[in-house]
């Protein structure tokens, strides 16, 4: 079973690891590198045991567009979104046995090395869910 693996971030987070200042941590060169090498190790370690499908991060929310229906018309709003409001970040996608084994590889995230006071100590989490083949699997 394949297992979609989704990690959030806001507008403020982009700006922390481009080093911009902000009203929180700002990660230093070496924090960025050590975040960027321990996702290098896990995507490998996930490639090497076979489990590995996709994965992609994805461009700051200042880059989103936000297509919403009003009053029966698409009504297209531009990033970014007010600096603390998550979106989605990136994703991985995994092929394996269990919902728990996805779960388990998903948790290993909370590893993620990050500077003291970075939101990773606060309020991180990930979410992992099923990816449907097709209509017949769709359930409640």
């Not at 979609?4 to 403020?12: F, H, K, L, T």
């Not at 896990?42 to 461009?59: I, R």
């Not at 092929?95 to 998903?106: L, P, Q, V, Y």
Request: proline share 6%; aromatic share 10%.
């Amino acid at each position: 079973m394949k297992y979609m693996i989704m990690m959030y971030g806001s507008q403020r987070d982009y700006d922390m690891l481009a080093g911009k200042p902000t009203d929180t941590v700002t990660w230093s060169a070496e924090d960025v590198a050590a975040m960027h090498a321990f996702m290098e190790s896990w995507n490998k370690d996930l490639a090497e045991s076979g489990e590995f499908v996709d994965g992609q991060g994805l461009a700051a929310p200042v880059h989103a567009r936000r297509i919403r229906l009003r009053n029966g018309a698409p009504v297209v709003t531009d990033g970014p979104y007010p600096e603390t409001q998550e979106v989605l970040a990136g994703y991985t996608i995994v092929e394996c046995e269990s919902f728990d084994r996805a779960t388990a590889i998903a948790a290993r995230l909370a590893d993620t090395p990050h500077p003291e006071g970075a939101a990773l100590n606060r309020e991180w989490y990930v979410d992992v869910r099923p990816v449907v083949g097709g209509y017949d699997e769709l359930e409640a």
